[in-house]
């Protein structure tokens, strides 16, 4: 069975980046569709970014486009969030979640999710 786990969180100022990293074991991650997710206290969660198991194909909520890149390496494993010029409304948990489906497109369901990584970013 898939595990995830993610690293990487922090605080950082407005401005400033962060490495996202969601480290999968029990099975091998390419064959996966992975989104990272975020949610704020009192907000819904939100999807960010996605790396389909299609072409690795990359899409992006609208808010991070241009700032966030979603990328994958398959020798460790492991999915990236590259997150520059971040700003306050980016403070959030970071989930990273694991669909099998395979598809061109980030499916809405997933499989497996991580626990989360705290992401804080101070003005």
């Known amino acids: 069975q898939l595990q995830l786990v993610e690293s990487g969180g922090g605080l950082v100022q407005s401005g400033g980046s962060l490495r996202l990293s969601c480290l999968a074991s029990?099975?091998?991650?390419?064959?996966?569709?992975i989104r990272w997710f975020r949610q704020a206290p009192g907000k819904e969660r939100e999807g960010v970014a996605c790396?389909?198991?299609?072409?690795?194909?990359?899409y992006y909520e609208n808010s991070v486009k241009g700032r966030f890149t979603i990328s994958r390496d398959n020798a460790k494993n492991t999915v990236y969030l590259q997150m520059n010029s971040l700003k306050p409304e980016d403070t959030a948990v970071y989930y990273c979640a694991a669909a099998k489906l395979v598809s061109v497109y980030c499916p809405f369901e997933y499989d497996y999710w991580g626990q989360g990584t705290q992401v804080t970013v101070s003005s």
């Open positions: 029990g099975d091998t991650l390419k064959y996966y569709t």
């Open positions: 790396i389909t198991n299609v072409n690795d194909g990359t």
